[in-house]
């Protein structure tokens, strides 16, 4: 079988292929545990659903425009007016399916054959792939002795003459990391300088923690013309909770979205009418879910931190959003795949492999489920790796013995 040379560079989304192997042991019957996953538990905002009842019984189910309904582009209007202080108009906006679609969109509307793309690391387990994608070249930036946080100079020593744009996700997946002020600042700046497009992906930026405020790229840019290079990507998975609705969008200067709604149309159109709906209904309603949810994750978090710092050898730092963790388990092993394996194997835990985002001996935990789960989750991954665990362990009824240390 012949298969292109970019297919056969492609790897498969670890991370989904997580979610679906904890799935079919769940289905089986298996006590589970799964601290891999990127969606939160609670349900979607009602106001997410009514909106979308009046189309559903009119049934009359229909295409969408390229780049998106007039409802949900107004939606994201005032949504960028009231998070990031910045009005745009209706030819700024983009949306997708999904936020990863639309950077997927971007990334083929600016990118040519063997330019590259910088990104700090560790970063989310698909831009290498999309960038790739794009026949294009991604460069992971290493910040001083391994730091979770970025310096604009990590970023410059990367710079080449093939460099086309930077990508920058804060608050971090995997790590949890909120990048500081100066460092938006100055990689604003910097892009700006130096000619660079600057795709920020905001997706957890209302999932932040112990008192943080929410940081505008927007307030550092000078040129917000029509030359403008920077490009504002959110969706509505995350903070409300719809990762299954599939809706997010983008907003740049207009020459580019029209660009990227010509690459959408031949590629899957509009996104559906009835997500839109369910999505527009989400941003112009109540939004005390998203407070509510912020909450939980954060307390979530702080029991995940107690569970890890009790838990010898391992190394932590603290996140400051979103729902993940990035832990440093290389005590106890280099190998984050063959570490993975293991758990999910021996005590049904589910979690990613650290070198999926591009450093190895960590794990990435989700903060997702319950208390309860995060609990018993670290319970059973210290008793599967630490030699100075007892030799058995129950879970439920089931008694396990470790025979693998």
Request: proline share 4%.
């Amino acid at each position: 079988m012949s298969i292109s040379i970019i297919g056969k560079s492609i790897g498969e989304s670890v991370t989904l292929k997580i979610n679906e192997i904890a799935a079919i042991l769940k289905a089986k019957g298996e006590p589970v545990i799964h601290l891999g996953g990127g969606e939160p538990k609670t349900k979607s905002p009602i106001d997410a659903i009514i909106s979308t009842t009046a189309l559903l019984n009119s049934a009359e189910i229909r295409y969408t425009p390229v780049a998106g309904t007039v409802e949900m582009k107004k939606a994201v209007i005032r949504y960028t007016e009231e998070f990031y202080n910045r009005k745009v108009e209706t030819g700024n906006v983009i949306v997708s399916s999904g936020a990863k679609q639309v950077i997927m969109v971007c990334l083929q509307a600016i990118l040519n054959p063997q330019d590259e793309v910088i990104f700090p690391l560790p970063f989310y387990v698909s831009y290498p792939e999309m960038i790739k994608l794009c026949g294009a070249i991604p460069v992971p930036a290493l910040s001083k002795e391994g730091s979770f946080y970025p310096r604009l100079k990590d970023i410059e020593m990367k710079v080449t003459s093939y460099t086309k744009a930077v990508i920058i996700n804060s608050p971090n997946n995997p790590t949890g990391a909120m990048y500081s002020e100066q460092f938006i600042a100055e990689i604003v700046e910097f892009c700006e300088k130096k000619g660079l497009y600057l795709l920020m992906d905001d997706i957890y930026h209302r999932l932040i923690f112990d008192g943080k405020k929410l940081i505008s790229s927007y307030d550092y840019a000078k040129d917000l013309g029509e030359n403008s290079k920077l490009i504002v990507i959110n969706g509505v998975s995350k903070q409300y909770a719809m990762t299954g609705f599939r809706v997010g969008w983008a907003v740049a200067n207009k020459k580019l979205i029209k660009v990227m709604s010509n690459i959408q149309g031949h590629q899957t159109a509009g996104p559906s009418v009835i997500l839109q709906k369910a999505a527009a209904g989400a941003i112009n309603g109540i939004q005390s879910q998203v407070e509510s949810l912020r909450l939980t994750l954060e307390n979530n978090r702080n029991v995940m931190m107690q569970q890890l710092n009790a838990f010898d050898g391992v190394k932590i730092t603290k996140p400051d959003g979103t729902f993940y963790c990035f832990a440093d388990f290389s005590v106890y092993g280099k190998d984050s795949t063959k570490m993975s394996n293991l758990l999910i194997e021996k005590v049904r835990v589910a979690t990613v492999p650290g070198i999926e985002f591009g450093m190895e001996g960590y794990l990435r935990l989700s903060t997702c489920g319950s208390i309860k789960d995060i609990i018993e989750g670290v319970k059973r991954i210290k008793w599967a790796l630490d030699p100075n665990s007892p030799n058995e362990l129950y879970i439920g009824e089931r008694k396990l013995v470790r025979d693998w240390i």
